[in-house]
């Protein structure tokens, strides 16, 4: 075997590796650009900015390989992404990304209207502003003028592929996160094309994960690479982070937390919950994601850094100072508790307006018990969407990852929260390594995802579950089960909310 080169195109940072199967020799580059904010609720990127982060990021891995011969190039990117490009495939917006919630009233509207359960059911895909097909309704209502010029409306991944491959297409993973696709024909539902207001010609074929395509003469000139190489056109990056932290068993989810968070697990076919609360998103074809993301993971507990303890000076020492404040809290924060709705909520409630509160505020709490408060409400909020989704499925281990569980804190209340054997992994590579997989399996050189994941997979990847005290166990369980009812009652005490900032 040659190397297998897997790139993960996200939200702010491209990453791209190299792996020789036959040795475990690895190599990896970074490449980072803004998410930049030009109107209230515009979340946005440069595509010429993306768009250089891959090339740099490919060369510096290519240049590494010193001449190595490297078999297949897999590509994975973030979902949500929506841009349109003129008749000559030149972009005429920026990539607008899954943070952007500029259609918040267009979702609102068709929650209003009783539509969100059959849209979610048909697509995969939750009405929530972060979707392609809300996004179209944005653009087709409030800025006529780019809609007709946008010859072609695509997706983040669908951009980078025409970039390496001069092809204009998609694939499953970011179809079925569109918002448009139909789940059970896999091909672009009419009616949500007509909700959407765009022409099936206005969209990309759709090709299953595993196809192959093949390097540009451009492109190879741009990276170092001959023409020709071949370019697996991948999943997105949820999905693909499942298969790289080994999370693809029955009953094991993967978990991730950096700023926002999600939780996912891996089924033979598209399923979803009854109540509207998870997404569905394909891997291959007969491998899907089930779960739901949340927008304030830790983000929350910087925030709550930054407000209780601004006395604490910036550095490398800041965020575990900012933690042991918390620690020295005991569980349950003495009766405090945090809605930690700051950046209004995806799952389980989709809504962007939520907004966040301290709930039993007593003389007693200092600034250590809203900041543990806050890491509290964060892991309350994932563990319900993992008791949702083991309503869909057996969820028997949960393996997390991402930087907030390096601090022992977050690990153990996630752990106790959690309520199931929590197993942290090594996310250094995360979705990048996921497409690399995806890839070597896309040429054939193994016969299962599970087979490739053991060839490329680093040892000691997954380590033993996180131990807690049964004491604080009980402490969580008891936690889970108000938070539980507070946000079957949620409606009401959103309503209050919004009248104090009305």
């Known amino acids: 075997m040659g190397l297998i080169i897997g790139v993960d195109v996200g939200t702010t940072t491209t990453k791209v590796i190299a792996v020789d199967p036959a040795t475990g020799w690895r190599t990896a580059a970074f490449r980072e650009y803004r998410l930049s904010e030009p109107q209230p609720r515009h979340q946005v990127q440069s595509p010429r900015l993306v768009l250089d982060a891959v090339d740099g990021a490919l060369a510096e891995v290519v240049a590494a390989c010193a001449g190595r011969r490297v078999d297949v190039i897999g590509v994975g990117s973030a979902m949500h992404g929506l841009l349109g490009l003129d008749e000559d495939l030149v972009p005429v917006t920026d990539i607008v990304t899954w943070a952007d919630t500029r259609a918040h009233a267009e979702a609102a509207a068709l929650r209003a209207e009783g539509r969100a359960t059959e849209l979610l059911h048909r697509s995969g895909t939750p009405v929530h502003p972060m979707s392609p097909l809300v996004k179209l309704q944005w653009f087709t209502r409030h800025d006529r003028a780019t809609a007709a010029r946008a010859r072609h409306w695509v997706g983040l991944k669908d951009l980078v592929l ?148 601004p006395d604490i000076p910036a550095g490398p020492e800041r965020d575990s100072q900012v933690l042991a404040m918390a620690e020295a809290v005991a569980c349950g924060s003495d009766g405090l508790v945090m809605l930690p709705y700051l950046l209004g909520e995806r799952a389980p409630l989709w809504d962007p307006d939520l907004t966040g509160a301290f709930l039993g505020v007593r003389h007693a709490h ?120 507070l946000l079957g009652a949620y409606d009401e005490l959103h309503a209050f909310l919004d009248s104090l900032e009305g």
Do not use: K
């Open 366 to 485: 200092g600034r250590g018990h809203f900041i543990r408060a806050a890491i509290e409400g964060v892991a309350l909020q994932m563990t319900s969407i993992v008791d949702v989704l083991d309503g869909v499925t057996p969820v028997t281990e949960v393996r997390c990852t991402g930087g907030v569980f390096r601090a022992p804190l977050w690990r153990q209340v996630m752990a106790a929260t959690i309520g199931r054997p929590l197993v942290p992994t090594d996310d250094a590579e995360g979705s990048a390594l996921g497409s690399a997989i995806l890839a070597l399996y896309a040429t054939g050189q193994v016969d299962s995802l599970a087979a490739g994941l053991e060839l490329l997979s680093p040892a000691g990847q997954v380590a033993d579950p996180i131990e807690v005290p049964a004491a604080d166990r009980e402490v969580y369980a008891g936690l889970r089960g108000r938070a539980t009812r």
């Open 162 to 309: 025409l970039h390496l491959t001069g092809r204009l297409v998609t694939e499953l993973s970011t179809a079925s996160a569109s918002g448009l696709l139909d789940l059970a024909t896999r091909t672009w539902a009419p009616s949500s094309l007509d909700l959407a207001g765009v022409r099936r010609e206005q969209l990309p074929d759709v090709l299953p994960t595993t196809a192959l395509l093949e390097l540009s003469a451009a492109a190879g000139a741009r990276v170092g690479l001959p023409a020709g190489v071949p370019v697996n056109v991948g999943a997105t990056d949820g999905p693909l982070g499942n298969l790289g932290t080994g999370a693809i068993a029955p009953g094991i989810a993967g978990l991730s937390m950096g700023t926002s968070g999600a939780v996912r697990t891996v089924v033979p076919e598209p399923r979803l919950d009854s109540g509207g609360r998870l997404f569905c998103y394909a891997l291959t074809e007969d491998a899907w994601v089930v779960g739901a993301a949340i927008s304030n993971g830790g983000v929350v507990a910087r925030w709550a850094g930054d407000v209780y303890a």
